[in-house]
């Protein structure tokens, strides 16, 4: 299993909503990623953890509060955002270090904040 | 903060013709990499390459480094619709972060 699955695909949320994205792999991978992209945009890191600690957090507000319950899982829990929080969320996983190793990405999670 | 320049920013072709797309960046790199993303998805990866090799291939992709000049560039030959994508170079800013560069939106005429 090359996979990394995330779920919802779409989420439309109100500012003083609380609600969770999902992210997982089976793939044994130690390191997982969380990026925002805006539209026509690269990538922007947001989160990485290493063996489940968290290993860099990239000056990301509070509202947006990461969680890796296991080696597979890797959870993202959003609370009051803003519309300009709208974004596709990416989940990425890699075996180890990036320099050394590729980033398995997932499809990602279209929030919309209204 | 992004480390890597894409040219151009967008690029056209017609079918069986190829795309070459240039990377520049800014830092000294133990590697560079390159993504391919379609449109509203999760990116690929397509391929590696450590900063003491010059060239690589995979596939009808054809990649190389000038570390002294800062730069990689992607070659697809043979262009094919299903390689309308946004291609991303890569660069390692530490263990863990990877800076991607702005991209060059690619898309192929039938």
């Known amino acids: 299993d090359t996979e990394v699955t995330q779920t919802p695909k779409h989420l439309v949320m109100g500012m003083t909503n609380k609600k969770s994205l999902k992210c997982e792999q089976h793939?044994?991978?130690?390191?997982m990623y969380w990026y925002k992209q805006k539209a026509k945009k690269p990538p922007e890191l947001m989160f990485v953890?290493?063996?489940?600690?968290?290993?860099i957090n990239e000056s990301v507000p509070s509202r947006f509060s990461p969680e890796c319950p296991n080696s597979s899982l890797l959870n993202l829990h959003l609370h009051a955002l803003q519309p300009e929080d709208s974004a596709l969320y990416l989940c990425?996983?890699?075996?180890?270090?990036?320099?050394?190793?590729?980033?398995?990405f997932g499809p990602g999670t279209r929030l919309t904040v209204l | 903060s992004q480390q890597g320049e894409e040219d151009p920013q967008a690029l056209s072709i017609q079918e069986g013709e190829n795309a070459t797309m240039n990377c520049s960046y800014k830092?000294?790199?133990?590697?560079l990499q390159w993504y391919r993303q379609n449109s509203g998805r999760g990116l690929v990866h397509l391929i590696l390459?450590?900063?003491?090799?010059r060239e690589k291939h995979s596939g009808r992709l054809r990649v190389t480094l000038d570390t002294s000049k800062k730069s990689s560039s992607l070659l697809i030959t043979a262009s094919r619709a299903a390689d309308t994508a946004s291609y991303f170079c890569?660069?390692?800013?530490?263990?863990?972060?990877?800076?991607f560069g702005a991209g060059t939106t690619v898309t192929v005429r039938a």
């Open positions: 990425a996983s890699s075996r180890g270090l990036a320099g050394l190793n590729e980033q398995f």
């Open positions: 793939m044994g991978h130690r390191a």
């Open positions: 953890y290493s063996y489940e600690k968290l290993s």
């Open positions: 830092t000294s790199i133990n590697n």
């Open positions: 390459i450590r900063s003491n090799e």
């Open positions: 890569a660069t390692v800013l530490n263990d863990y972060k990877l800076s």
